[in-house]
């Protein structure tokens, strides 16, 4: 794995850091396409299983505590949240998969959602696909990946929780996690490692998402 910390320069970790210290805005949360929010700005999406760490990972890039609300209920976040970052990137935060405590007629009805909204947003620049770094890559995020790179849509994988691994444990699963990524089409060739209540990673993720919105 490429050291992701040798890949931006002072002046992109700058950049970063100005663009996620503008304000952040709620715009709306949405269950159907058909309320989907008109944009011409850029959009990156964050995509994991229910309780990987979206919404802190999300607080832990806009230095805000409550942006994204965080729980430890699996299935919280039920609809696709829209927040603007500076009025020049639209983050996005998605369902968690793997609901534990919602009936299927309604996992059905965000998948539906989900899927449309992967294959015909346009403005849709990537989607960061979190992976809590206890367990790896699971069947889920399979069936996530595969739909990824069936709409052709760019995807990062964003290592979670790294604060709770070993050195060499984590050595293993960015080497294991890297090669399986050679097999896919749109997945981004670096990984991002990160942990939300340490900062490790966050301002390197920062500069890369920041190139985003040029």
Known sequence: MDDEQTL?????IEQGRLLFAQECNFLLGIDKLGQLPDSSLPEVAFAGRSNVGKSSLINAL???????RTSNTPGRTQQLNFFNLGKRLILVDLPGYGYARVSKTQVAAWTRTLKAFLRGRVTLRRVCLLIDSRVGIKDLDREMMDMLD???VMYQIVLTKVDKLKNNDLMILTTKTTDELTTRSAAFP????TSSNKLI????????LASLSN
Request: aromatic share 8%; hydrophobic share 45%.
């Open 150 to 152: 069936s709409a052709a």
């Open 62 to 68: 806009t230095s805000r505590k409550a942006i994204a």
């Open 201 to 208: 990673g966050i301002k390197e993720l920062r500069a890369g």
């Open 8 to 12: 931006y320069s002072d002046f992109e």
């Open 190 to 193: 670096t990984l991002a490692v």
